[in-house]
C-alpha cells in the first residue's frame, strides 16, 4: 500500500529534480522511492536507519538556540550578524 509523503525542499533543488524525472520520464515519486530502496541496507527500515547512524556528542555548554538562529541568519544571507 502506498502512503503519501511531504517534504520540504529548496525551490531551485525540486525544479531540477522535476526536471530530471521528466527527461527519464518517470515521477518524483518514483525517483524517491527508487532511492531509498537502493540506498537502505536490506530489510532496514528508515527508522531502524537513521538509528542506526553515529551519534554526535556536543558540549555541556551548547546553545542550541544561538546556533539555530545563526544557520537561519546563514542561509538567508545575514550570517553577518552573528
Same mark, same amino acid.
Given at each position: 500500500?502506498?502512503?503519501?509523503?511531504?517534504?520540504?525542499?529548496?525551490?531551485?533543488?525540486?525544479?531540477?529534480?522535476?526536471?530530471?524525472?521528466?527527461?527519464?520520464?518517470?515521477?518524483?515519486?518514483?525517483?524517491?522511492?527508487?532511492?531509498?530502496?537502493?540506498?537502505?541496507?536490506?530489510?532496514?527500515?528508515?527508522? %531502524? =536507519?537513521? +538509528?542506526?547512524?553515529? *551519534?554526535?556528542?556536543?558540549? #555541556? !555548554?551548547?546553545?542550541?538556540?544561538? %546556533? =539555530?538562529? +545563526?544557520?537561519?541568519? *546563514?542561509?538567508?544571507?545575514? #550570517? !553577518?550578524?552573528?
Amino acid at each position: 500500500m502506498k502512503k503519501k509523503l511531504n517534504i520540504t525542499i529548496e525551490e531551485n533543488l525540486l525544479e531540477k529534480i522535476k526536471a530530471y524525472a521528466e527527461s527519464k520520464d518517470r515521477s518524483v515519486s518514483d525517483l524517491v522511492q527508487e532511492h531509498f530502496e537502493t540506498t537502505l541496507p536490506n530489510g532496514m527500515t528508515l527508522v %531502524e =536507519y537513521m +538509528k542506526s547512524l553515529p *551519534k554526535f556528542e556536543f558540549p #555541556e !555548554d551548547f546553545d542550541w538556540k544561538k %546556533e =539555530y538562529y +545563526k544557520a537561519k541568519a *546563514k542561509k538567508m544571507g545575514y #550570517e !553577518d550578524l552573528f
